[in-house]
């Protein structure tokens, strides 16, 4: 074979040859485009599925924080004995269109705090819709009858001396609260505290009620008995017995035993006696 044919033939096969390599990096581009392409493709599934997402997340957060809070909140109430939730809803009916930001919490706890029987209470809101109110209601220790145009009608007194109308639905312990007449007051209401001459004797009955015996069940009625030094005496009605007991001002557990005792001794004599002293350390008695 001549050198020219040699020559044409190398030429033919490198010409294959190249023609070869032209296809593998057709071939391999071809590859690239359909991974970037892909590639774009993926990216786009999570731009797309991340926009849901998020979607989802702020509609979750409408309807479940933004909405409720433009809506009339839920009014929860804790700490009711003597009332119930239904007693506050006429006081707060100025408040039944307002939303969670418009409801006035200090002029709802003042609104509250205006009926005689509550003794604290605590308003707070609670992010979305919910209005938190915390009752404390004032404990009855005694009772007094009051005079209003010509009829008879019962307050109760917490311990610090205030003033407050039953509830019809309180518990009855009636009989474990004695009644506190004769105290030297011309007008007293609903809401205002009796004189401060009289509240430590409030105090004293409060400290005998707390005590695990119930020596009210054995005492009906505290007739308070004004003395001209303007200080008072006391006047005990027990509940079994028609003998009155005088004794000081100073109202405690021992002074109680002591008159349970006298009395137990009276009784037992079947004496005529229907009054026992007790004051200035010595005891006396007056009979019928």
Known sequence: MSDLSLLVSDYSDLEDDKTDLDEFFSDVEDTSSQAAASDKKVRAIKIIFAILCFLLAAELVVYKYILPSFSSPKISVTGLSAYTPEDFAEKLMPFSTANWFDFDVDQAASLISNEAGIES????????????????????????????????????????????????????????????????????????????????????????????????????????????????????????????????????????????????????????????????????????
């Open 121 to 288: 209470v605590t308003v707070e809101k609670k992010f979305p819709d919910k209005i938190l109110i915390k009752i404390e209601e004032r404990e009855p220790v005694a009772m007094i009858f009051m005079m209003d145009n010509g009829l008879s009608s019962a307050m109760e007194i917490d311990k610090n001396g205030v003033l407050f109308a039953p509830r019809a639905s309180e518990k009855n312990e009636n009989s474990y609260m004695p009644v506190v007449s004769g105290l030297p007051v011309e007008y007293m209401a609903s809401g205002m505290r009796i004189p401060a001459k009289y509240r430590p004797l409030i105090e004293q009955i409060s400290k005998i009620k707390q005590l695990p015996q119930k020596y009210f069940a054995s005492i009906s009625e505290i007739c308070v008995i004004p003395k001209d030094s303007g200080s008072y005496d006391l006047a005990l009605i027990p509940s079994q017995s028609r003998v009155k007991v005088l004794t000081d001002r100073s109202l405690n557990e021992d002074q109680i035993k002591y008159m349970m005792v006298v009395l137990d001794v009276v009784n037992q004599l079947g004496s005529d006696v229907s009054e026992v002293d007790l004051r200035y350390g010595s005891l006396s008695y007056k009979t019928r």
